[in-house]
């Protein structure tokens, strides 16, 4: 049977909680999909009345991580696109959480670094952001946890490519091409 027939099967889930919910297509995209929002939801509760969002969490965490790093790496740590690194890192900097130094390698860069108000605040919400990502492993078995996450850091890195910011999404068509294209079929 090819792998495609294969993953598409379904899964019939037996939790009666679930009752009347159509079951789970063994496809990755749809399961990534439903498992990233699990994992955003769970984030995003876990940080709800702090003054950071899971963005900014997650800017404090690479700045903790890599000292010094540029605005463009960030983005590229983080997987996003970099305009939206560069708001993070105005709004971070404005909430004195980080500050940008010159690089004297290149003057035109900035270094990133976390300010200690900044690795205050990652202290204290690790805590909570761990916590969270423990609860949404906590279905798997310990050992199930790390094979899980090494299989993913497998995939990820394998599809790196691939991992482009604002990919997959539907390009907007101006309405001159649009009637252009239109015009063709």
Known sequence: ?????????????????????????????VL??????????MIADALAGE???????????CLEIEPGIDQRHLAEAMGIGPSNASLI???????????????????????LYLKPK????WRRLRRKANAANDQVLAPLMPNQRE?????????????RAYARP??????????GADKYIRGLS
């Not at 598409?8 to 063994?26: C, F, H, N, W, Y």
């Not at 604002?166 to 309405?175: D, E, H």
């Open 147 to 159: 094979l899980f996450l090494d299989c993913l850091v497998r995939i990820i890195e394998g599809n």
């Open 118 to 121: 900044g690795r205050a605040i």
């Open 32 to 41: 990534v999909r439903r498992f990233q929002l699990i994992c955003a939801t």
């Open 166 to 175: 604002g990919a997959g999404r539907r390009k907007r068509v101006s309405q």
């Open 1 to 29: 049977m090819p792998l495609s027939d294969v993953s598409m099967r379904r899964v019939e889930i037996k939790d009666q909680s679930t009752a009347g919910v159509p079951p789970l297509v063994r496809s990755a995209s």
């Open 51 to 61: 003054d950071v969002v899971q963005l900014e969490y997650g800017a404090l965490v």
């Open 89 to 111: 890192v105005n709004r971070l900097q404005s909430k004195g959480l980080i500050e940008r130094r010159i690089n004297y390698d290149d003057r035109r860069a900035r270094e």
